[in-house]
């Protein structure tokens, strides 16, 4: 994380922080997330070796989605909440799709590139994986837990 962090302040970001060892950044930026996005997989490839995508989200966005979970309530155990972010809108074709698979009991809503879960047991032993979502609607995603998500906006707020 400290090399990604390093490459990050070469492409001029700042403010640079990293959240746990799966890739999570937090950095401030006047430029467009999808020019950032095209940017940071480049140097990732040129850095690391790996092709990965890139997804970023404006503080704004971030407490959006935080804000628009259906399954969240005062009564949620985050443990079973999961935020698959997209990396652009799917189509709408690609959407319709989707929504015919039925994985009860564990759910999942679509609101433009986010993609809430909830899962009634562990997330590894549902079948709505970031794969899933990727094949289905034939879009680049990363998921993460509630609990990440909530980390990254506080760390956005700092």
């Given at each position: 994380?400290?090399?990604?962090?390093?490459?990050?302040?070469?492409?001029?970001?700042?403010?640079?922080?990293?959240?746990?060892?799966?890739?999570?950044?937090?950095?401030?930026?006047?430029?467009?997330?999808?020019?950032?996005?095209n940017?940071?997989?480049?140097?990732?490839?040129?850095?690391?070796?790996?092709?990965?995508?890139?997804?970023?989200?404006?503080?704004?966005?971030?407490?959006?989605?935080?804000?628009?979970?259906?399954?969240f309530?005062?009564?949620?155990?985050?443990?079973?909440?999961?935020?698959?972010?997209?990396?652009?809108?799917?189509?709408?074709?690609?959407?319709?799709?989707?929504?015919?698979?039925?994985y009860?009991?564990?759910?999942?809503?679509i609101?433009?590139?986010?993609?809430?879960?909830?899962?009634?047991?562990?997330?590894?032993?549902?079948?709505?994986?970031?794969?899933?979502?990727?094949k289905?609607?034939?879009?680049?995603?990363?998921?993460?837990?509630?609990?990440?998500v909530m980390?990254?906006?506080?760390?956005?707020?700092?």
């Amino acid at each position: 994380m400290a090399d990604l962090k390093s490459m990050c302040e070469k492409l001029e970001l700042k403010n640079v922080k990293t959240y746990i060892q799966s890739g999570n950044l937090i950095f401030n930026s006047d430029r467009q997330n999808s020019d950032l996005e095209n940017d940071l997989e480049k140097a990732i490839l040129e850095n690391f070796g790996f092709e990965v995508p890139v997804i970023v989200r404006t503080e704004k966005e971030l407490e959006s989605a935080i804000n628009n979970n259906p399954f969240f309530d005062k009564d949620s155990d985050i443990k079973q909440l999961h935020l698959t972010f997209l990396k652009e809108k799917p189509c709408q074709e690609n959407v319709d799709k989707i929504l015919t698979y039925n994985y009860e009991p564990d759910e999942f809503k679509i609101k433009d590139k986010d993609t809430f879960i909830f899962c009634s047991g562990k997330y590894h032993q549902s079948k709505l994986t970031n794969n899933f979502f990727e094949k289905q609607l034939m879009v680049g995603a990363t998921t993460r837990n509630w609990k990440t998500v909530m980390k990254l906006l506080e760390l956005s707020e700092n």
